[in-house]
Nanobody, 115 residues
Framework: QVQLVESGGGLVQPGGSLRLSCAAS????????MGWYRRAPGKERELVAR???????NYADSVKGRFTISRDNAKNSVYLQMNSLKAEDTAVYYC?????????WGQGTQVTVSS
């Protein structure tokens, strides 16, 4: 069983930056995929970025060049560095882990980009 706890969301002005963190408790075995999804008001949840145990990364076209996903194995955590934030990045961001044939989700953290 894996539990995920996100942190780092908040209110930021357009052009600003935030760093989301997701701390995982429990064992994550290879192969695995860890990622971030988001759900904007009135929209379906969408993939933002993900990385795999074989060191591949994928990003949504809308965030390429602005967001960076990374993992700290020692802390069993995954991060999302978000730069040059735009109003359209406003959403609830969810951490996601796929490991051992199961899918786990965090509770979500709100990111609001507004002046």
């Amino acid at each position: 069983q894996v539990q995920l706890v996100e942190s780092g969301g908040g209110l930021v002005q357009p052009g600003g930056s935030l760093r989301l963190s997701c701390a995982a408790s429990g064992s994550i075995f290879s192969p695995y995929v860890m990622g971030w999804y988001r759900r904007a008001p009135g929209k379906e949840r969408e993939l933002v970025a993900r990385l795999s145990s074989i060191h591949t990364t994928n990003y949504a076209d809308s965030v390429k060049g602005r967001f960076t996903i990374s993992r700290d194995n020692a802390k069993n955590s995954v991060y999302l560095q978000m730069n040059s934030l735009k109003a359209e990045d406003t959403a609830v961001y969810y951490c996601n882990v796929i490991t051992g044939g199961s899918v786990y989700w965090g509770q979500g953290t709100q990111v609001t980009v507004s002046s």
